[in-house]
T-cell receptor
Framework: DQQVKQNSPSLSVQEGRISILNCDYT??????FLWYKKYPAEGPTFLIS?????DKNEDGRFTVFLNKSAKHLSLHIVPSQPGDSAVYFC?????????????FGKGTHLIIQP | ETGVTQTPRHLVMGMTNKKSLKCEQH?????MYWYKQSAKKPLELMFV???????ENNSVPSRFSPECPNSSHLFLHLHTLQPEDSALYLC??????????????FGPGTRLLVL
């Protein structure tokens, strides 16, 4: 059973508009969440994270929102730029962190249209 | 050279071959990971090495054999693979510290095709 779900395999957004990528999780032990961005033929790169003690974290054009009661987080990109076209993975770490691997969603392919 | 490197970038092998994937990290991290990314599936954690000791093996078939000779190098030895093992294999590293949150840094991956 998938513990981290990204239900939209792809999303198309016009350049300059807001991109909203969604992620749901089922494991209540998760309390640290990360977004990774992946271009073709490259490994994922860390983008932004949020701890469960916060409900929002902002870094430039990227903002992540966390709704713990709904077990939902979202990544907002505004304004969207052509270079943002990539696959975005949501990932989670359980309480305690440590060296256990991240649990990833399947990813959402974001396409920014000119 | 910085970051996490992986070689080879592409590999084609027959089911009877034996090959190895190599990962090297230049970040001074103490934990390294192997992930598998198949089409339309989430990234799957295969192995975790923390301070050179394997701490997790998510029921990976024995035809995949990891080796971590030191905290900077990680290998994945492959033998008698199946076509369904064709995937992108990603290596990652992190600074594992139970008191601090961590992020993992990924290599570019090895695209493996098993014929």
């Amino acid at each position: 059973d998938q513990q981290v779900k990204q239900n939209s395999p792809s999303l198309s957004v016009q350049e300059g508009r807001i991109s909203i990528l969604n992620c749901d999780y089922t494991n209540s032990m998760f309390d640290y969440f990360l977004w990774y961005k992946k271009y073709p033929a490259e490994g994922p790169t860390f983008l932004i994270s949020i701890s469960s003690i916060k409900d929002k974290n902002e870094d430039g054009r990227f903002t992540v929102f966390l709704n713990k009661s709904a077990k939902h987080l979202s990544l907002h990109i505004v304004p969207s730029q052509p270079g943002d076209s990539a696959v975005y993975f949501c990932a989670a770490i359980p309480t305690g962190g440590g060296a256990d691997g991240l649990t990833f969603g399947k990813g959402t392919h974001l396409i920014i249209q000119p | 050279e910085t970051g996490v490197t992986q070689t080879p970038r592409h590999l084609v092998m027959g089911m009877t071959n034996k090959k190895s994937l190599k990962c090297e990290q230049h970040l001074g991290h103490n934990a390294m990971y192997w992930y598998k990314q198949s089409a339309k599936k989430p990234l799957e954690l295969m192995f975790v090495y923390n301070f050179k000791e394997q701490t997790e093996n998510n029921s990976v078939p024995s035809r995949f054999s990891p080796e971590c000779p030191n905290s900077s190098h990680l290998f994945l030895h492959l033998h008698t693979l199946q076509p369904e093992d064709s995937a992108l294999y990603l290596c990652a590293s992190s600074q594992a510290d139970s008191l601090t949150w961590e992020t993992q840094y990924f290599g570019p991956g090895t695209r493996l095709l098993v014929l």
